[in-house]
């Protein structure tokens, strides 16, 4: 089954993450245009269904350029949040490529990296992938928020961002900036990294590495503006969502802020 984020509500179906998205996007949240589809959809197409294909077909063509992203049963739910474990594909573009990044995210799961990790996280049964589409943000700036600090328990906002879509920033590839903001969004530190390579869309689809403008490898990314939105979508989140703690994925383009993704920190994020 291939519905619209607004319409998950089943993390049996549609995996964590999904269902994470369906929330916010019903909470009004700033989440990119997308869809899911369901475990049994996503198999049907690992297998070879390729009638399974046409629905997504439909919705993504209207997408242009998209993310696809895991969306595992169990996945980040309250004990496990298999960060690195699964695969994203960025900029996807066309059906031959879409076809071939769903099977590339639903084979992620069955490595034996990922199987290790849900046994000794204690997520029970086989692996059972659904799947998020998402239109691609074409990231200015991005990375990810921590609505309390994961390392020290304070209650205060952690932000590392980088130049570029945020995955520089999830795979480590460089050293972020890093701030703190407090619980009313006053900045309480501001850390530049060296962010000396930047992802970025290729013209013709896929993502590539390119070095940063030497002026810019240590120049702040975020402005006090931007700083500002990312304290109040903290706000926003734990107002629909719980005092949290969460840990928010996050991207700034064309002067918008939006929400990529959003989890209860667990024991794996910490």
């Keep these: 089954m291939t519905v619209g984020l607004a319409e998950v509500r089943d993390e049996s179906r549609f995996g964590g993450k999904a269902t994470q998205l369906g929330a916010c996007v019903r909470a009004g949240l700033p989440v990119p245009p997308g869809f899911a589809l369901g475990v049994d959809q996503v198999h049907a197409i690992a297998q070879g269904n390729e009638e399974a294909l046409d629905p997504v077909f439909r919705l993504a ?48 799961g069955q490595t034996a990296s990922a199987q290790g990790y849900r046994e000794r996280m204690g997520v029970e049964g086989a692996p059972r992938m659904a799947i998020v589409v998402q239109q691609l943000i074409a990231a200015e700036t991005a990375g990810v928020m921590f609505t309390c600090n994961p390392m020290t328990g304070d209650d205060e906002r952690v932000v590392e961002a980088a130049w570029g879509l945020g995955e520089v920033v999830v795979a480590g590839l460089v050293t972020p900036d890093r701030y703190r903001l407090g619980r009313h969004g006053e900045v309480l530190e501001r850390s530049a990294g060296e962010k000396d390579i930047a992802i970025c869309s290729l013209a013709g689809g896929g993502t590539a590495q390119h070095a940063v403008a030497l002026h810019l490898v240590s120049a702040l990314c975020l402005s006090d503006a931007q700083l500002a939105a990312l304290g109040d979508l903290a706000l926003l989140c734990e107002a629909h969502h719980g005092a949290g703690p969460h840990d928010i994925e996050f991207a700034f383009a064309g002067g918008a802020l939006f929400l990529l993704q959003r989890r209860s920190i667990t024991r794996a994020a910490r």
């Excluded at 063509?61 to 004990?79: H, K, P, Y």
């Excluded at 298999?82 to 066309?94: E, I, K, S, W």
């Design 61 to 108: 063509d209207a997408l242009g350029s998209v993310a696809v992203r895991s969306s595992a049963v169990g996945e980040d739910g309250a004990n496990a949040s298999f960060a690195g474990q699964h695969a994203t594909v960025l900029d996807v573009r066309g059906r031959g490529a879409l076809k071939e990044a769903i099977r590339r995210v639903w084979a992620s």
